[in-house]
């Protein structure tokens, strides 16, 4: 699933949402592209609680379609 995070300008910013997503999901895996500010998860959790995730931790994410 892909997100749009237009807060995320870092790597910082790249290592908080992977550890947000991997305390729900330890087998998650999160690909971060700081440029285009995405994130391309592949989880067993659902989008919504994957952006609920990223989220709290400080990073509003939006589901692309």
């Known amino acids: 699933m892909n997100f749009t995070v237009p807060d995320m300008s870092c790597g910082h ?17 999160v690909v971060c592209d700081i440029a285009a500010r995405s994130v391309s998860v592949q989880s067993v959790l659902a989008g919504g609680e994957l952006a609920a995730a990223m989220s709290h931790a400080g990073y509003p994410a939006t589901p692309d379609v």
């Open 13 to 29: 910013c790249t290592a908080t949402i992977e550890t947000a997503i991997k305390a729900q999901d330890p087998a998650a895996t």
